[in-house]
């Protein structure tokens, strides 16, 4: 059974940046998996932010997509040394401001999300 738990969320100020990471476990090695990332800002519905193909027990990833909206300021990347698939944000805006949740699509499993906020 994939877990899933993600972290690295907190308060950080416009401009600066937020490394999130997502540890998951319960992965077949030799086995491709797709991850994603979403966020659910207050008051809105949660959304697809950024996805990356992993091979588990390999340092392969491929199909990185990013949503139009933050292309051009995230990057999603596998960490082999802490087994975590990361979310990088630079520069944040206020608007990145949400619960940030992992997501393995083809199990169906999420995490419990972490909460970032930005603010001055």
């Known amino acids: 059974q994939v877990h899933i738990v993600e972290s690295g969320g907190g308060l950080v100020q416009p401009g600066g940046s937020l490394r999130l990471s997502c540890v998951v476990s319960g992965f077949y090695s030799d086995s491709w998996y797709r991850v994603d990332w979403y966020r659910q800002a207050p008051g809105k519905k949660r959304e697809l932010v950024a996805g990356i193909d992993i091979l588990v027990g390999d340092t392969n990833t491929r199909d990185p997509t990013y949503a139009g909206s933050v292309a051009d300021r995230f990057t999603i990347f596998r960490d082999d040394f802490k087994n975590s698939v990361d979310l990088l944000i630079n520069p944040v805006v206020a608007d990145d401001t949400a619960v940030y949740f992992c997501?393995?699509?083809?199990?169906?499993?999420w995490g419990p999300g972490t909460q970032a906020t930005v603010a001055s």
């Open positions: 997501n393995v699509p083809g199990d169906n499993a």
